[in-house]
């Protein structure tokens, strides 16, 4: 069993929809969670840093953690375009110097 | 200021050649990594700098050796790649290690 399990997709979603994309992971020692927007051939972007459980808003973009279920999600609200790209999930535990990556999402947002 | 800037970005070699790819933040990070991506993949990690120290090795083949001369700069020397070795290399950098981490655009290396 992978560290981290993430749909790969493809998803393709008319624009202004609300996107969710998450992640599952088998290690209960991961407190933290980050996601990333990697367009084609360039580096992953930072999108969001979570610590605790919970919700974390920022623009457009929401992240939640539930570690009871061990489960991560990313939502979009009013999908443009420009958001189209693959989105990593990573995790890593508080011995750190190591992250997890998902296999990543792609999502298209269609106009 | 959350950029770590990696040069050059893009590199051809030869299987005989000997390159280095360097990245350089200024953020006062104190964790730096090398990571390697395929195409429709996620990045891999090969080697993690910690304190300035090689912390983490992913059983990289020797070919790939890196270097951390200061705490702002992380280089990967490449040395008798193979057409394998083609990819995306990209470097990251974290305040602790534990902590979110930002990456470079990456070097996309192509080995002929």
């Known amino acids: 069993q992978k560290e981290v399990e993430q749909d790969p997709g493809p998803l393709s979603v008319p624009e202004g929809a609300i996107v969710s994309l998450n992640c599952t992971y088998s290690?209960?020692?991961?407190?933290?969670f980050m996601w990333y927007r990697q367009y084609s051939r360039k580096g992953p972007e930072l999108l969001m840093y979570?610590?605790?459980?919970g919700n974390k808003e920022d623009g457009r973009f929401t992240a939640q953690v539930d570690k009871s279920s061990k489960y991560i999600s990313l939502f979009i609200r009013d999908s443009q375009p420009s958001d189209s790209a693959t989105y990593l999930c990573?995790?890593?535990?508080?011995?750190?110097?190591?992250?997890?990556f998902g296999t990543g999402t792609s999502l298209t947002v269609i106009p | 200021d959350t950029e770590v800037t990696q040069t050059p970005k893009h590199l051809v070699m030869g299987m005989t050649n000997k390159k280095s790819l360097k990245c350089e933040q200024h953020?006062?990070?104190?964790?730096m990594y090398w990571y390697k991506q395929k195409a429709k993949k996620p990045p891999e990690l090969m080697f993690v700098?910690?304190?300035?120290?090689?912390?983490i090795n992913e059983s990289v083949p020797s070919r790939f050796s890196p270097e951390c001369p200061n705490s702002s700069l992380l280089n990967l020397h490449l040395h008798a790649l193979q057409p394998e070795d083609s990819a995306l290399y990209l470097c990251?950098?974290?305040?602790?290690?534990?902590?979110?981490?930002?990456f470079g655009q990456g070097t996309r290396l192509t080995v002929v």
């Open positions: 979570t610590y605790s459980s």
């Open positions: 990573a995790m890593s535990d508080l011995a750190g110097n190591q992250f997890y």
């Open positions: 290690n209960s020692a991961f407190q933290y």
């Open positions: 700098y910690s304190y300035e120290k090689l912390s």
């Open positions: 990251a950098s974290s305040q602790r290690g534990d902590d979110e981490a930002f």
């Open positions: 953020m006062g990070h104190r964790a």
